[in-house]
């Protein structure tokens, strides 16, 4: 074996069992850190909405990837009820707090059940209802 042989890197294989569960373990740990606010007071929450908002994008589009579309869809949504109120609309941190506790249910859940998308619905419609756009 010349030296060019052993400067060549191995091949690398990709486990996409283990990449599922490295980004399913990110989406958790930065979930986590999200809900920790969720039992903040109305007011400090409201004021927490753009941080939050941009937290929980980052998480939805990782959640996605990672086969966990319920948690990436009601994380869209506290992004876009922060967004919502960025934009002058009413600040409702009961509906954020609802979405906080959404979140940390199908983050708890290991199946991809029916509940979890009537979950989602229904957050979809309580947005609707407040005029928040997507």
Known sequence: MDDDERAQPAETKVNPAGLSFALRTHVLYALQRILLHAGRDDETLAAMSPALGAATLRVADVANAAGMAEVGSV??????????????????????????DA?????????????????????????AALGVSE
């Open 75 to 100: 994380a869209r949504g506290v992004s876009a009820l922060a967004e919502h109120w960025l934009n002058g609309g009413a600040v409702r941190a009961d509906a954020l707090r609802v979405h906080l």
């Open 103 to 127: 979140l940390g249910v199908l983050a708890r859940r290991d199946d991809e059940a029916k509940v979890g998308w009537q979950v989602v619905s229904g957050l979809e419609a309580l947005r």
